[in-house]
């Protein structure tokens, strides 16, 4: 089999060949997907040289603003920074805004960093369908740190968790009722959490930051091999943002990251063979049957239940 064009070009660090090539695995046409396999598997040895960091936070707590804090820090000090940010899809048309180059002015010209906005689509976890691809495109470009910025928060938005080395969690001086909301769903994973705006309202920051250590106290295991931080800053004016990267660093130092990495690529795996058997079972449905039973279904004739029953009969 011959290289792939793009892997020459995406391994020097050619910033369009890297544009093309998370275009490439994020194309659903059959012939694009197997070039996309071919163009990961010859870059794959490249990669897994970065620091993963997921994040994600409550509605207006300033992701965006504090991923440019942060990832122009380092690429000011010479870091290649790759930020991958999901926006959230339309339920109703499938378009994104895809906005976040515009929140992220600085960030965008910087030469040390790229930016690559992807829709959600219909996947669940605040992820794109082919973050996972995206990451490893992006280490085998040189990019030694990646930063994924999800959705939105919410209690199925975990799946960035399973694929990052390390979550970090933005909350603001006031979250209260938000921050009971998703306590449980994203709490359990973070391993850093940032009381973010604390210029704001410097005392609400700061109880902000004490409620957050009790709270993780409680749902952290007395045996976990990592006891998440706490921390306070503004993006708005740099405050505390180094802390946070210093806090990435201890944590990278401390966890054993391959260990995390290969259960992440077992879970990789199973998904893809989750999708694998999907499309197979869809390719062999009885068109005709499953319109009769969705229609069957919806006149109330049939459960739902009973309907998928019929379909997955041997």
């Not at 011959?2 to 050619?14: D, I, K, R």
């Not at 470009?141 to 990646?146: I, K, M, P, Q, S």
């Not at 970090?168 to 959490?193: F, S």
């Not at 503004?234 to 505390?240: K, V």
Request: overall charge neutral.
């Amino acid at each position: 089999m011959s290289a792939h064009p793009l892997a020459a070009p995406l391994l020097s660090g050619n910033r369009r060949a890297l544009a093309r090539a998370i275009t490439l695995s994020e194309s659903t046409r059959p012939d694009h997907e197997a070039q996309a396999q071919q163009l990961l598997s010859e870059v794959a040895p490249h990669a897994g040289h970065s620091v993963r960091v997921g994040l994600t936070g409550v509605p207006g707590v300033g992701k965006s603003t504090f991923i440019e804090a942060l990832g122009t820090q380092l690429a000011d000090a010479g870091r290649r920074v790759a930020v991958l940010a999901v926006d959230p899809s339309s339920a109703r048309t499938g378009g994104s805004i895809m906005g976040d180059k515009t929140r992220m002015p600085r960030l965008t010209v910087h030469p040390g960093a790229y930016i690559r906005p992807s829709p959600a689509g219909g996947t669940l976890g605040g992820v794109a369908r082919r973050t996972r691809e995206a990451i490893t495109l992006c280490e085998a470009a040189g990019y030694d740190v990646v930063l994924v910025e999800t959705v939105g928060v919410g209690q199925s938005e975990t799946q960035v968790a399973a694929m990052t080395d390390l979550f970090v969690l933005l909350t603001l001086p006031n979250a209260g009722d938000e921050l009971q909301g998703i306590k449980r769903g994203i709490m359990e994973l973070a391993d850093v959490c940032v009381v973010n705006k604390a210029d704001s309202d410097p005392r609400a920051a700061v109880r902000a930051q004490t409620e957050l250590r009790a709270a993780l106290n409680l749902l952290t295991p007395h045996d976990a091999p990592w006891r998440p931080q706490v921390l306070r800053a503004s993006a708005l004016t740099g405050e505390g943002v180094p802390e946070v990267w210093a806090a990435v660093l201890e944590y990278v130092q401390e966890v054993d990251l391959s260990a995390r990495r290969r259960t992440q690529t077992v879970q990789w795996f199973d998904e893809l063979l989750r999708e694998a058997a999907w499309r197979m079972f869809q390719e062999g449905l009885d068109t005709q049957q499953l319109h009769r039973l969705r229609a069957e279904v919806e006149a109330g004739q049939l459960t739902a239940i009973q309907g998928v029953a019929v379909l997955t009969a041997p």
